[in-house]
């Protein structure tokens, strides 16, 4: 159990009408609060002392992509839709279609039950139903709770099938390091290898090492620049089991996201729009995602890497954490 206290929902206009994102609820911890959309598990805001640190959106705001969302039951893309597992071929629908994968997994747009709620945490839950493409259920916990060290969020997905599932999951947030552009920003992320996509439809081709690259070395930290990045990495240097990468503004604020060994590869985006500057989303933020698995990982047998993909056995469980804090 979560809480020690009987379960009720805060007496809080806050959390009373349905929005156009869902149903809204609202935690706080000292100076950090979060407001948590329930249409996908969605982070919608995250502050700290008034200051956000991941990219907004309002609450009656259809969410724009997937921002803030959670990711299961797989992140990134399954390439062309299609994937082979226990023997069997499988098609899903293609949810990017203008590179004609399937993207985010199948939880992004369900409008999870708020399970539980207090003052600085909250549970929301959701289930997977057999489907043409992943015949499988599957329900997805998401916890959000705040604390003097920041914002944690849980994902536990447990298999309600009489057959195993593949599986992988992972959060969507674009952070904001301060008030300077993005090109301003300075990126740290203690990461060795890099995958390599191809231009048009980012689907993966080869895992490389990042050694000399101004693109995608950031094991030293510097500023991001012009640099365009729509990518996984892995190799992650940790301590204590624990990754981390961190952004900054040249005014000192910054934003660092942490996550544990479950979670072995991580996207980065520099939120770059097909039309440039025109368009307000342009850069506004970047996306670090955090995933159990690597782009395209239910096709994990084309490659010649561990993509991590997770098997999940009847009545199995596998959990995932990942945590943002102030700088």
Do not use: K
């Not at 806050?14 to 809204?24: D, K, W």
């Not at 300077?180 to 080869?206: G, I, K, M, N, Q």
């Not at 990468?245 to 910054?254: E, I, L, N, Q, W």
């Amino acid at each position: 159990p979560i809480f020690s206290e009987p379960f009720a929902l805060p007496d809080s206009r806050e959390n009373e009408r349905m929005t156009t994102s869902g149903t809204p609820v609202v935690i706080r911890s000292g100076a950090y609060e979060a407001h948590i959309a329930s249409i996908g598990a969605t982070l919608r805001t995250l502050t700290h002392d008034g200051r956000d640190l991941v990219v907004p959106f309002d609450a009656d705001e259809v969410r724009p992509g997937f921002r803030g969302a959670t990711l299961a039951p797989w992140p990134n893309r399954v390439v062309d839709g299609r994937y082979t597992f226990a023997g069997e071929e499988y098609r899903l629908s293609l949810t990017e279609p203008q590179r004609g994968h399937a993207l985010h997994g199948l939880v992004g747009w369900l409008d999870f039950t708020v399970a539980e709620a207090g003052p600085d945490a909250a549970t929301l839950t959701a289930e997977v139903v057999p489907q043409v493409g992943y015949p499988w259920r599957v329900r997805v916990a998401v916890t959000y709770r705040l604390d003097a060290d920041g914002l944690t969020q849980t994902v536990v997905a447990t298999n309600l099938s009489e057959d195993a599932a593949p599986y992988g999951a992972g959060p969507h947030p674009y952070l904001v390091a301060g008030a300077a552009p993005l090109d301003d920003w300075t990126f740290e992320l203690p990461a060795s290898e890099v995958l390599e996509v191809t231009a048009d439809r980012l689907a993966p081709t080869e895992l490389v090492q990042v050694d000399g690259s101004s693109r995608f070395d950031w094991r030293t930290p510097r500023a991001l620049g012009g640099v365009e990045i729509d990518h996984a990495f892995t190799g992650l240097a940790r301590t204590g089991g624990v990754a981390a990468a961190r952004v900054t503004d040249p005014s000192g604020t910054g934003v660092e996201m942490t996550w544990g060994e479950e979670l072995p590869w991580v996207q980065i985006h520099t939120a770059d729009q097909p039309d440039g500057a025109a368009n307000p989303a342009h850069r506004i933020g970047l996306a670090v995602e955090p995933m159990t698995c690597a782009p395209d990982a239910f096709n994990d047998d084309r490659y010649d890497f561990d993509a991590g993909l997770i098997v999940l056995e009847p009545g199995a469980a596998a959990t995932a954490s990942w945590r943002i804090a102030a700088l």
